[in-house]
């Protein structure tokens, strides 16, 4: 055994740049994968310490048991509870200090005019506290907030707003208020909580505008030295039993901050280490066939080599063993450099982050070897997986055989190869067809359209795993078109083209298997911009088909909205014909936690065309409720049913049905009259304002009125198509997050090519010698070795772009099954494609130049020496 | 895309208006059939060196694998070089092809001098006024034998001769099997091609290295005939390397070295 490891270092050692452009692809992708994971558990740790570190002063927290929404989401609103308690707990033996915690949404404006923070971060506004241990923040400068007028800001907002102590500035409540900056707090030390802002007031006015009087969102208890909580615990519970009832919970501040971290995992971190790991993926798997092909080739190269240890008395377990030593070596190098490498992307990320101003309390990277056991485990398991099938191949072979054999070429495909392949393919795109068919049918009977997906994921899978199969097959014909379109379009270059096609015909698997790690990413490229495309011409056909009105005032995300004071003084100006004003909320209907829309009823059906099924929002006003046909299928309701609707401060009416409609994709299932719903909403808002204009007013001027109205910091004033352009900019952003991802996997495609080529040139020296001696040119020479880069790559693009649009195509329609008019939804992202086969060209021919100018180096007379 | 500025070059340096180009049958038939029975040829020579030295290493390992040879090699004619392992008569014959150059002296092909010439032209040169048999691997596995023997004017990117192309196949009597890759044929049709394909370009001289020694005796005879029959019929000038006495035997004329110098410039007595 000891012999067969010195023979495999001395393979490797002998042969440098093969064994890096090998272990490159492990290294990209098990880089991506470390410093996904690595990045991951750095901002977990963050965020832990900082919630750690706000909840420190804390023993216990109470607050209402209630909200709506699920626990832990992003669009959880929980109840209030009655502020009495914080008087009644302080008077609790062992309990050395309670405060109210009151909290709801408030937006700085800073000194240039435009809001600060939000698109993630929370813009918090808050009753300030006064107790320093139950507060994380600390006084900077200046003192707290005691009376209406006066705000305390975070140290960041004051730097990013250039606001000073004694600054009067605005804020959004959503509606404008002015106050004076009293005081600047930091968050421990830090300038805020991961950027979010804070806006602290006194308590009374904090409780005008966040909870209601005589509400608080919790009580926050600080117990006193030597104390034990859960003693205290119990005791408190009881008080609040007493007080208050049932409905108010008691939970300890590990609880708290269990599920502060719960929270920001599910909104924020689960998703992007998702993604991210889906990417390490793709490009893992992309590596995996390069090594594959690599080990194929040098498996072959080396039969000479294996027939004389074999011949000389090698068993064939000793023979295949120096093959997997080689791959485990070069697997675990890789892996470790490649987890190297990721640590070092992850540390690079976080200080990058750092210096942008995006303070998430990562003092430093987190390293847990869960995660580098995993990148490194990864990276092994693969390249060992991606290796051994070619070397049992290779070790089947006879001792003598390939010491005989002068060329070798496998161009037969095998018939259970192809079997599987054509089953595999059919099979999986009868499935995508068919799924979706079922998601169309679930959506009819209100179902849920999760067996669709499966099925169409299970597909997806199938289709792809039969085209790697049949991969081979479609080389053929692509090496004789080769032949035919170089011919006929440059007669001179006849012959380049030719002996090229002939090259990728002669081993098709091999062409195949370098092609499909090409097919994998541009698949999952063409998928995703078939998606957006189609995504952006639904979006913009939902749009002209529901919305009737000239513009769209929206508030950012994340914002305090657009306040009900600014809303009517917009439906006020002149320019203003219909309005109506919406509002994303959630409620509890007919027993159900949903998202809801409130809005003037009567309004919003002279703006919008819902596709009325029966009953009539004119004229429907407070006390009805408008549902879709998807929700009265499934809560079996009619025109004239009453259904019960419950809020987050516990008020519940019974509204009655006015109205069912079929289209969801603007409104959703539940639509309430305004009315009944702010009431209820705790901090009372708009999100958005839905208009049309006055006869004989240009749309553009009456935008302009609208900004002007809206003040500094306000919502956005789009025009109908501004506001379907914005849309589609959302989607390409997020698809240009994307192409940037898998450009990384196509990267790695192509590495591979230029190592099968490199090695394929290597394997044919005798015959470039050959043709070098009757008379090829180097740059003869060179252009077939070009050619044949550019086929294989063109191959794997059209592989890949055939599959990507029709996947694309499947989930289109299963995902938009239950959208009115998306049957038609595919589009062809015909942009891409050409950019998609352009840049493959492209890059192929660069892939090409290291192999063909080594080709052309080479000398012939060595060359023709080369047994 | 390739023109043939090597041939034009070659014809105003050729005084004696001996135009390559043309086909060179006519006079070399006179030729062979006045050859004279001993000592080298007095006609026209296709190619010749002038005290060509190779010199391989430097030191203690130096190598003179050839020794200020001066040889010309006579046109129409079918001449063998021989001599034991290590005499230099391959490494002559790559000097004479433009496949080696020298260390000191000078090669002529066509009055050419080689060692003047860029690799883009010598490439050119031996494309089209060249022709080679190996010993084996001759053939690209992926061509067809037909599309084998055209692939120098392929390469060159003009259109064969048809009716010399026909002539050609003709002689090597291959009939259908010249749609067939080179895997499928035996090995003595596969150095036939590989002959065919020599002549198809209508080269000044073709060099055979060692064209016998991977086949068996009978295979060997038919090369052989094939090869002195271009000789014969066609006016082909042939230069061919061996070891094997019985395969020089059908050159008109055969060189012999040794250590890097000719001992011998014999004729074959008809």
């Known amino acids: 055994m000891a012999r067969i490891l010195r023979l495999s270092l001395r393979r490797l050692t002998s042969d440098k740049r093969r064994a890096f452009s090998t272990g490159f692809a492990i290294i990209i992708g098990v880089a991506f994968l470390a410093a996904t994971l690595v990045l991951g558990d750095t901002m977990r740790a963050g965020f832990k310490g900082l919630f750690a570190e706000a909840n420190a002063g804390i023993d216990l927290a109470v607050r209402s048991e209630d909200g709506i929404g699920d626990a832990g989401d992003e669009m959880f609103v929980r109840g209030t509870t009655d502020e009495a308690l914080v008087e009644r707990i302080r008077q609790v033996p062992g309990v050395a200090a309670a405060a109210a915690q009151v909290e709801g949404t408030a937006q700085i404006i800073g000194a240039d005019g435009s809001a600060i923070g939000g698109g993630g971060p929370p813009t918090v506004g808050a009753a300030w506290i006064d107790d320093p241990e139950l507060s994380p923040y600390r006084i900077r400068e200046g003192r707290a907030p005691q009376v209406d007028g006066e705000v305390l800001i975070d140290a960041y907002s004051a730097r990013e707003g250039d606001i000073a102590l004694g600054d009067t500035v605005e804020i959004r409540l959503p509606d404008l208020i002015e106050s004076e900056v009293v005081g600047i707090a930091t968050f421990g030390e830090r300038d805020s909580f991961a950027g979010a802002t804070l806006a602290a007031f006194d308590q009374d006015s904090a409780q005008r505008w966040f909870t209601g009087d005589d509400q608080v969102s919790a009580v926050l208890v600080r117990a006193e030295p030597g104390v034990d909580v859960a003693q205290l615990d119990a005791l408190v519970s009881d008080t609040v039993s007493e007080v208050v009832g049932d409905g108010t919970e008691v939970i300890t501040s590990a609880e708290l901050t269990a599920e502060q971290e719960k929270a920001i995992e599910g909104d924020f971190l689960g998703m992007v280490t998702m993604m991210l790991l889906a990417f390490a993926g793709v490009a893992l798997v992309v590596a995996g066939f390069s090594i594959y092909n690599t080990f194929t080739i040098m498996v072959s190269q080396r039969s000479r080599e294996s027939s004389l240890l074999r011949a000389l008395g090698a068993s064939r377990p000793q023979v295949l063993s120096a093959v997997t030593i080689e791959a485990v070596l070069v697997g675990l190098v890789a892996s470790l450099v490649g987890t190297g490498v990721g640590v070092g ?514 000398d012939v007379l060595d060359a023709l020496a080369t047994v | 895309m390739l023109t043939d500025t090597t041939l034009t070059t070659t014809d105003s340096v050729d005084p004696a208006g001996d135009n390559p180009q043309a086909d060179p049958r006519p006079h070399l038939a006179g030729n062979s059939a006045n050859r004279p029975a001993n000592g080298p040829a007095n006609g026209p020579t296709v190619a010749r060196t002038e005290a060509a030295t190779k010199v391989y290493g430097a030191g203690e390992t130096k190598v003179t694998a050839l020794d200020a040879v001066s040889v010309a090699i006579p046109a129409g004619e079918f001449t063998a070089i021989m001599g034991p392992s290590g005499s230099g008569k391959s490494t002559l014959m790559h000097c004479l092809a433009g496949l080696d150059t020298l260390t000191s002296g000078r090669v002529f092909l066509d009055d050419v001098e080689l060692s003047s010439l860029s690799d883009r032209k010598l490439t050119k040169l031996r494309r089209d006024r060249i022709g080679f048999v190996f010993q084996a691997f001759n053939l690209l596995p992926t061509l067809t034998a037909l599309e084998n023997i055209t692939l120098p004017m392929d390469l060159a990117g003009r259109k064969p001769d048809q009716a010399w192309l026909d002539q050609v196949v003709r002689v090597v009597g291959l009939g259908t099997r010249l749609g067939h890759r080179p895997s499928e044929l035996s090995g003595g049709q596969q150095q036939r091609v590989a002959v065919a394909r020599a002549l198809a370009s209508k080269p000044a001289v073709i060099f055979a290295d060692e064209p016998t020694g991977n086949l068996d005796r009978n295979s060997g005879i038919e090369v052989l005939k094939f090869l002195r029959s271009a000789v014969d019929d066609l006016g082909q000038s042939i230069v061919m390397v061996t070891h094997d006495p019985y395969a020089a035997s059908y050159a008109d004329a055969t060189l012999t070295l040794s250590d890097g110098r000719i001992i011998s410039h014999e004729r074959a007595v008809a």
């Open chain 1, 345 to 858: 992307l992850a540390e690079g990320l976080r200080r990058l982050m750092a210096s942008a101003g995006m303070d998430l309390g990562m003092e430093s990277i987190t390293i847990n070897s869960a995660a580098v056991v995993t990148a490194v485990a990864v990276g092994l398991v693969i390249t060992v997986l991606s290796s051994v099938i070619p070397a049992i191949k290779g070790s089947r072979a006879a001792p003598l055989a390939a010491l005989r054999s002068t060329a070798v070429e496998a161009t037969s495909v095998g018939r259970i190869r192809i079997a599987a392949g054509v089953f595999a393919l059919a099979g999986g795109a009868a499935m995508v067809v068919t799924s979706g068919q079922m998601a169309a049918d679930a959506a009819a009977e209100a179902a849920s359209g999760g067996p669709a997906m499966s099925v169409l994921g299970i597909g997806a899978l199938a289709a792809l795993v039969g085209a790697v199969l049949l991969a081979p097959l479609a080389a053929i014909p692509f090496g004789h078109l080769l032949s035919r379109v170089t011919g006929a379009l440059w007669p001179s270059g006849r012959i380049s083209g030719r002996l090229a096609g002939r090259n990728v015909v002669r081993n098709p698997r091999r062409t195949a298997s370098s092609a499909v790690a090409l097919v994998v990413g541009v698949t999952v490229v063409t998928l995703f911009a078939t998606m957006a495309v189609s995504m952006k011409g639904a979006m913009d056909d939902i749009v002209r088909r529901t919305f009737g009105g000239d513009i769209v005032v929206s508030a950012e995300w994340g914002s305090a909205g657009i306040g009900t004071d600014l809303a009517s003084r917009i439906h006020e100006l002149p320019e203003v014909d219909r309005a109506a004003d919406l509002s994303y909320g959630l409620a509890r209907v007919d027993g159900d936690d949903r998202d809801i829309v409130a809005t003037d009823l009567n309004a919003i059906a002279g703006l919008t065309d819902l596709g009325v099924e029966s009953g009539s929002f004119a004229g429907a006003g407070a006390g009805e409720v408008a549902v879709s046909r998807d929700f009265a299928l499934e809560n079996q309701v009619e025109v004239g049913d009453v259904v019960p609707v419950s809020f987050v401060d516990g008020t519940s009416l019974d509204l009655e049905v006015g109205a069912i409609y079929s289209e969801t994709d603007f409104m959703g299932n539940v639509m309430l009259h305004s009315d009944d719903y702010l009431p209820h909403a705790g901090q009372s808002t708009v999100d958005v304002v839905l208009l049309s204009v006055a006869e004989g007013i240009d749309v553009s001027d009456a935008a302009s009125s609208i900004e002007a109205a809206a003040g500094r910091g306000g919502p956005t004033v789009e025009t109908r198509d501004e506001f379907i352009d914005s849309i589609a900019g959302e989607i390409d952003q997020a698809l240009t997050l994307i192409y940037g991802l898998l450009g990384l996997a196509v990267l790695i495609a192509l590495m591979g090519i230029a190592n099968t080529l490199a090695l394929s040139v290597h394997e044919r020296t005798r015959e470039i010698g050959l043709l070098r001696a009757v008379g090829q040119s180097r740059r003869q020479l060179r252009a077939t070795v070009r050619w044949e880069s550019v086929v294989t790559a063109v191959l794997g693009t059209v592989g890949g772009l055939g599959l990507g649009v029709f996947l694309g195509w499947g989930v289109v329609r299963a995902a938009f099954a239950r959208s009115q008019g998306m049957d038609s939804a595919l589009a062809v992202p015909t942009g891409s494609i050409v950019a998609i086969v352009v840049l493959a060209v492209l890059a192929a021919v660069i892939a090409s130049v290291r192999p063909a100018r080594r080709a052309a180096r080479l």
